[in-house]
């Protein structure tokens, strides 16, 4: 079966431009999250959704990053007048559920983000 | 607020030495640890999961230890292999959301 994708691989945009990112969990995993990462620096946890419930954001940077879910399976990560500082890798994961129930997580490739 | 600590940031070792990664977290309320896996240019490969309950796993060549009241794991490699290199993340589950923190991993080099 299919893992969990990721598009755009790589995406370069200007400053000041939006950009979305998108995520496709494995089927049937009801928990997702996107962390950042970026160069030299460990993972930073952005948005998590865990079925119907109200997703935790507490972890997205600014009023400029934004995040649904639809249907319960495909999530969109909006940034919104891209900024330098975020150039990093987004990468998304899921879970069949809430991972303190001891299942493994299961990451996307990431998406590349360059801002010029 | 959770913090997870991986010292050295790098290792570089010679081939068929047996090895350990160090990993620490402050607050010892988990659910649970994993090991993660992160090749350049890729995303994680989850390696072991142990849960809070557990003081260890094993997979192979890896074995993973847990001392949950010291707030402390190792990820032993035996015999390392050039394939061994990449970078080893640790995270942990806690909090009310369950959410899952990150150190910043160990690049590992095994040279051959």
């Known amino acids: 079966g299919a893992g969990v994708s990721q598009s755009p691989s790589n995406k370069v945009t200007e400053k000041g431009k939006d950009v979305e990112l998108r995520c496709d969990p494995i089927?049937?995993?009801?928990?997702l999250y996107w962390y950042r990462q970026s160069l030299g620096q460990g993972l930073e946890f952005l948005i998590y959704f865990q079925g119907n419930s109200a997703p935790d954001k507490s972890g997205l940077p600014s009023d400029r990053f934004s995040a649904e879910r639809t249907g319960g399976s495909v999530s969109t990560l909006t940034i919104q007048r891209t900024q330098q500082e975020d150039s990093a890798v987004y990468l998304c994961a899921s879970s069949p559920r809430q991972s303190f129930s001891g299942n493994t997580i299961y990451f996307g490739e990431g998406s590349w983000l360059t801002v010029v | 607020k959770q913090e997870v600590t991986q010292i050295p940031a790098a290792l570089s070792v010679p081939e068929g030495e047996n090895l350990v990664l160090n990993c620490s977290f402050t607050?010892?309320?988990?659910?649970?640890l994993q090991w993660f896996r992160q090749d350049p240019g890729k995303g994680l490969t989850s390696l072991l999961l142990i849960q809070s309950s557990q003081r260890e796993q094993t997979s192979g060549r890896l074995n993973a230890s847990l001392d949950k009241s010291s707030g402390r794991s190792t990820l032993y490699i035996a015999a390392s292999q050039p394939g061994d290199s990449a970078t080893y993340l640790c995270a942990v589950t806690s909090g009310a959301n369950s959410k899952l923190t990150f150190g910043k991993g160990i690049t590992l080099s095994v040279r051959p």
């Open positions: 089927s049937g995993h009801t928990a």
């Open positions: 607050d010892s309320a988990i659910y649970n």
